[in-house]
């Protein structure tokens, strides 16, 4: 069974930084590409960073400079460093690989001003 499981998520200041775990299960990841998205209150899902099977990665220009996805095929995980968060970084961030697979329940991040 695939199960996709976000977490690292929490409340944090402007400024702050949080990592973000996903463990994906069910499946070896080591060939696909895995993309971390967000969705913002009212806004639509979006794509933040992705790191392919070669460990290039790429990020939306939102993010960039901020965050730092990597992978752990031997875990089959893949993390999301965050850091200088603000207020636009709130949402609910899932994983998954960014062509097929469902959606996972995602992992609620927070920012303060």
């Known amino acids: 069974e695939v199960q996709l499981v976000e977490s690292g998520g929490g409340l944090v200041q402007a400024g702050g930084s949080l990592r973000l775990s996903c463990l994906l299960s069910?499946?070896?990841?080591?060939?696909?590409?895995i993309g971390w998205f967000r969705q913002a209150p009212g806004k639509q899902r979006e794509l933040v960073a992705s790191?392919?099977?070669?460990?290039?990665?790429d990020y939306a220009d939102s993010v960039k400079g901020r965050f730092t996805i990597s992978r752990d095929n031997a875990k089959n995980t893949v993390y999301l460093q965050m850091n200088s968060l603000n207020a636009d970084d709130t949402g609910v961030y899932y994983c998954?690989?960014?062509?097929?697979?469902?959606w996972g329940q995602g992992t609620q991040v927070t920012v303060s001003s």
């Open positions: 998954k690989p960014v062509v097929g697979y469902s």
């Open positions: 069910g499946f070896t990841i080591d060939r696909y590409t």
């Open positions: 790191i392919s099977a070669s460990t290039g990665t």
